[in-house]
């Protein structure tokens, strides 16, 4: 690290203008040879890929391809002669529109279910093809064919591309950036000083979102793994920069020049930084093994991302102190004393460590109380995915969402498909089976079979009583294929498959929730060998997993009871509740695992230095608390400003998603760091660092944040 920072030093220039040129020329390649984006939740295996499967080789289209539905709806009813000339228009502008789709009028005899009794709602459905990967236009035309209707008919669009393409409002990333600039500017009280932690947030944003694009022509990435990448880079950016900005202003403060302040700065905080940024990377690229394209591509984007921005704080980073020398006060906005040991700010810190430590049993009984309540809704979590149905009632998507569960019931929106190949079976086979589907209790409408040309393959659309995100229709699905099916073929050599988009759903969430458990313990097992290789202790790496394991439960508990539940739903502008995103859980648990083990090494490091000095536990954890306290709040608050701006969004799952990591990183950064930790380590005293003979002789040394060697003078 010595020597890395004394090259970035004396080359400075050459190291800046390397950074400027990497950023762009990653930029340019993306936009000219980058892939599209695409949201595949197909998983190899399962009976909802089976079912396609088995479509596939009849030759059928049935629910191929991308259905967009044009909702209508006349208070006079659509069969008058006003309102019918005004839909036979618009079919004629949508053929005119997409003329490579298949276009189905209500007044057709192929679409005579899409009209209600009453004849005053319907649909045009709009099949697109799924060799069209590019549905922007469409998307954007459709908008716009909508807004040439008004009067008495009422037009809505509604399908995936249309979900997808209403994502608006205000650009999260600036907020949080805006956020954490004024954070940065309290804590440092200089522009200059603030600006260097801001630029490695913004060059790893950058570089991120160039890697997504880049990668996405080799692997499938899903259309928000761009801006989780830009979420996680920002926030891990500042957070790596601030850790030594500080250490390289108090050594400024402590007399040493500022190419020896910079240089000891990344030989102790810059060590923690490569071990925080090496451990995000890790427990990314370990959902890689979990062997789905959908999770895959958001792992390596957020891996790539983590790992340009830890480079650049590596090196960019003492690259421009060496730029800005001991100006880097300069443009302050108050006066401040600052010392080598943290300054003012330390006071408050250790009054606070030592009234913890007064009385350690009742703040560990209340923090651990907080934390066991906050995790409560996690008994209740469900996993599925969001649709239009989650959208605000200000987009088109969920008003057509709305109007066709109205006009034709909740399931029309998440219809089911079966798959049938009847082999050798008799022509009653799919009669039968269509009656014993219309039978089942949850089950609203069977459409009549659809048979294969070449004989090899039969469709049945099954209409649910109740919506896509709702468990009863889960647990339709389940019945359908353990029971109802099954009976219905016994015997005749046919097989049959339930498939579609909702069963799809169904199928990944069930694929995400076996493996979660198996996850989690591999994540929180690394955890605990790698605390135990660097600070010698088994109890206090066995407490930091389960720790962290509330923590974790906290803010997975909380997510559950806003975006499940529905509490807050209207504040935050949800639309409405949904199930918990089913790829979400891991994702969070791989970053969260990351951030929470940068805040455990920091803390602990300097505990663990301060007890091999004294051999004062108590001593160690106000001292190790109280140098520590005042970076790990400005840390927790720029990411809290930053991953809690998403929330801001439009997208419900950047919003669950940068919900959940601000919580989480708010519970570990208070509740965590700042009364449980203390607490627990004063009960156990020594014992925290207990360690078997045969265990310290087995496991590696790893030592993160140590003081630097004595530093030659940098030109």
């Known amino acids: 690290m010595e020597r890395i920072a004394r090259a970035c030093l004396r080359h400075r220039r050459t190291v800046l203008a390397g950074w400027v040129a990497a950023v762009i020329g990653l930029s340019v390649l993306a936009g000219a040879f980058g892939g599209e984006a695409e949201d595949d939740y197909a998983l190899p295996g399962s009976e909802s890929q089976r079912a396609i499967e088995i479509l596939d080789r009849g030759g059928l289209s049935y629910g191929g391809g991308t259905q967009v539905q044009v909702v209508l709806q006349h208070d006079e009813g659509l069969d008058s002669p006003e309102a019918r000339s005004a839909v036979d228009g618009l079919v004629a502008d949508v053929e005119a529109l997409v003329p490579d789709a298949r276009v189905v009028s209500p007044w057709s005899a192929e679409g005579a279910d899409q009209l209600t009794a009453d004849g005053r709602l319907g649909f045009v459905a709009v099949e697109v093809p799924e060799e069209r990967e590019d549905l922007a236009p469409l998307q954007e035309d459709l908008g716009e064919l909508r807004d040439r209707y008004d009067g008495g008919l009422t037009v809505e669009v509604g399908g995936l591309p249309v979900e997808s393409g209403t994502e608006s409002g205000p650009p999260a990333e600036l907020i949080g950036i805006v956020a954490a600039m004024v954070i940065l500017l309290f804590a440092f009280g ?4 603030m600006g260097l932690p801001i630029l490695i947030g913004l060059v790893g944003a950058a570089s991120g979102v ?6 996405s022509r080799w692997v499938e990435m899903p259309t928000f793994a761009a801006p989780v990448s830009a ?3 920002i926030g891990v950016g500042i957070d ?7 250490r390289h202003r108090e050594g400024l403060a402590s007399g040493l020049s500022p190419a020896r302040s910079a240089v000891l700065a ?3 905080a810059g060590r923690s930084v490569l071990f925080a940024g090496v451990t995000v990377v890790i427990a990314s690229l370990g959902l890689v093994l979990m062997d789905l394209k959908f999770i895959t591509g958001v792992a390596l984007g957020i891996a790539g991302a983590v790992l340009i921005t830890m480079a650049a704080a590596l090196t960019l980073l003492p690259a421009m102190l060496g730029v800005v020398g001991p100006r880097i006060d300069r443009f302050s906005v108050h006066r401040r004393r600052t010392g080598a040991g943290g300054g003012d700010d330390d006071g408050p810190a250790r009054r606070w460590s030592r009234q913890v430590q007064r009385h350690p049993l009742p703040w560990a009984l209340a923090s651990t109380a907080v934390l066991v309540v906050l995790t409560i809704p996690v008994l209740d979590i469900r996993l599925g995915f969001s649709d239009a149905g989650t959208s605000p009632t200000s987009h088109t998507d969920r008003r057509a969402y709305d109007l066709l569960a109205d006009g034709f019931g909740a399931g029309t929106n998440g219809p089911l498909v079966v798959a049938v190949d009847p082999g050798r079976a ?14 089942t209790p949850g089950v609203a409408e069977v459409s009549p079979p659809v048979v294969a040309e070449n004989g090899e393959a039969a469709a049945l659309r099954v209409v649910p009583t109740t919506g896509p995100q709702a468990q009863a229709t889960t647990d339709l699905v389940h019945r359908l294929r353990e029971d109802v099916i099954p009976a219905s073929i016994e015997g005749s050599g046919a097989q049959a498959a339930v498939g579609g988009t909702t069963a799809a759903a169904v199928d990944f969430a069930d694929y995400n929730a076996d493996r979660l458990p198996v996850f989690l313990a591999v994540v929180l097992g690394l955890a605990m060998v790698l605390l135990m290789a660097v600070f010698r202790g088994v109890v206090v790496a066995v407490k930091a997993v389960v720790v962290n394991l509330l923590s974790l439960g906290a803010a997975f508990g909380a997510t559950v009871a806003v975006f499940q539940w529905g509490w807050g739903v209207d504040l935050l502008d949800l639309g409405a509740s949904a199930p918990f995103e089913a790829w979400a859980p ?14 455990e090494v920091f803390l602990l490091s300097r505990i663990r230095e301060e007890y091999d000095r004294t051999g004062d536990n108590a001593a160690a954890v106000a001292e190790g608390l109280a140098r520590t306290a005042r970076v790990i709040t400005a840390a ?25 990591l601000a919580f989480a990183v708010l519970v570990d950064a208070t509740v965590v760091r700042m009364v449980l930790v203390p607490a627990t380590m004063e009960l156990l005293g020594d014992r925290n660092w207990w360690l078997p003979r045969w265990l310290d002789r087995s496991l590696p040394r790893l030592r993160i944040e140590r003081p630097a060697p004595a530093v030659e003078e940098v030109p």
């Open 231 to 233: 979420m996680i880079a």
């Open 426 to 439: 008799d022509d009653g086979l799919l009669d039968g089976l269509a009656d014993d589907l219309a039978s």
């Open 240 to 246: 790596y920069a601030l850790l030594v900005v500080t």
């Open 586 to 599: 891991m994702m969070l648990i791989a970053i969260t695992f990351g951030l929470s083990m940068d805040y």
């Open 190 to 193: 200089s522009v200059l000083a």
């Open 266 to 268: 990344q030989a102790t």
């Open 210 to 215: 160039a890697v997504v694009g880049l990668g």
């Open 636 to 660: 927790a608050a720029i990411m809290v400003c930053v991953f809690g701006s998403f929330v801001l969004g439009s997208t419900r799952e950047l919003q669950l998603f940068g919900f959940a």
